[in-house]
C-alpha cells in the first residue's frame, strides 16, 4: 500500500533592510526568489509583508526615473510641508528624538498599502520582467523587515 | 501502522460593525486577534476583507491625532465638494432616499483596497505594537462587515 | 481500512483581456467566478493577481458613471499633464514607438495595487451584489492578463 499525499507547506522568512532616504523603493524582487526557491514548494502563493505603518509593499516596474515619478506623486499628493496632527502628538510624548516629524509617512502608506500576493507557478513567481517587488520606505532612514510567506504544495 | 498528517485548516468568521460617522477608521486588531486564536491555527495567515463598496481595509497607527490626518488626506485628493457623476445616477434611481451622496466614498476606498493579509508565526498575527487593523468607513454610519479568514495548519 | 484525508488544492487560470481605452475598469467578474466553480474548491480563498506595471486590480461597484468618477480622480491626482521623467527615459530609449507616455500610468497604479483576495463559502465568492472585480487598465488599450488563483479545500 503506498500513499501519496501531497501535504501543504508554509515557509516563512524575514528580510532585513536599511533604508537610506526618506523616501526609497527598495527592490526586494532577488531576495524574495530565493525565499520562494528555498521553500521547496512549487505551487501557491507568496505573501510580502511590511510589519510597520510608515513602510508599505508595491510591485512595479524599477527603472530609477520612475521612482522618482513615484516619489514627486506621493509628495504632491500627501505634501511634507502640510501640517499633520500626528507630529503634534509625537511632539507632546517626545517621542521625535531626532526632530522628526512623520506624520505624512503613514498617510502615504495609507495609500499604498502594507501587503502584496503573487502566485506561483512550478516553483517561480508569476512575475514578468518588468515587475519588481519593493519595500515602500516613507520614513527612512531606518532598519526595516519584510516578512515573506510562502504557501502551498 | 501510524499517520500524521497535518491537514490545511480554514477557518472563517464575520465581525459586525456599527460606525457612527461619514469618515470613520475603526480599530477591529482585538476582534481579528480572538479570531485567530479560536481558529487554533499556528502558521499561516489571515486574510482581512471588507466585502464593501465604500469602507476598505487598512493597517496603521492607531493615534487619534494621526486618523484625523488620514481623514483630511483623503477628503483633500477626493474632495466631498467635488461633482460626482455617481450621485447624479443614484439621484436619479432614487437610491438615496436619506439625501446621502457617495460618489466621493466609492472612490476613496478604490484607492485603500479592500483586503490585506497578515502571516502567522505561533498562532500569532506577525504585527508589531504599533500596527492596528481598520476597517476605513467611508460611508458611514452604517451596519458593516468585516470577513477575517485564516488558513494554515 | 479507509481513510478521509481532504488535501488542500490549488487551482490557477488566465484571463485574457483586450483593453480599449487608456483607463479603464474591466469587469472580469464573471470569469473569476467560473474559475473558482471550475476549481472545485468549497472553503478557501482567490487571488486576483495582475502581472502588470500599469493596470491594478480593484473591488468595486460596476455603474458606469461612478467608473468615470474613478477615473477622473485618478487623472486629477496623477495628472496626464504633469512631466514624468520615466517618460524622457523611455523616450531616449526609443521604447516608446507608439508616441505613448505612460509615466503616469505606473503613477496611477501604485496606488490602486496589483493584487486583492476574496474568501470562499460554498464554493461562491463572499462578494455582495454590489461588488464587482476589475482589472483598472491605466496605460490601454493592450492585451492583459489577469492571473486567478484558488486556494483551499
Redesign the interface.
Known sequence: MR?K????K?Y?KKIQIKSESQIEFIDITDKVEEIVENSGIR???V?I?S???SAGI????N????L???MR?LYR??PLGDR???D??ELKKNQISDGRSN?HS??K???????????L?GGKM???E??SIFLAEMDGSRSRDV?V?V???
Open positions: 500513499l499525499i501531497k501535504k501543504m508554509i516563512r505551487e501557491g502563493q505573501l509583508y510589519p510597520h505603518t508595491i510591485i512595479n516596474h527603472e530609477p526615473m520612475l522618482q515619478d513615484f506623486v499628493i500627501v499633520y496632527s500626528h503634534l502628538f506624520g503613514h498617510c502608506t495609507m495609500l499604498l498599502g502594507t501587503s502584496e500576493s503573487v502566485p507557478d508569476l512575475i514578468t518588468r515587475q516578512v510567506q504557501i502551498g504544495l
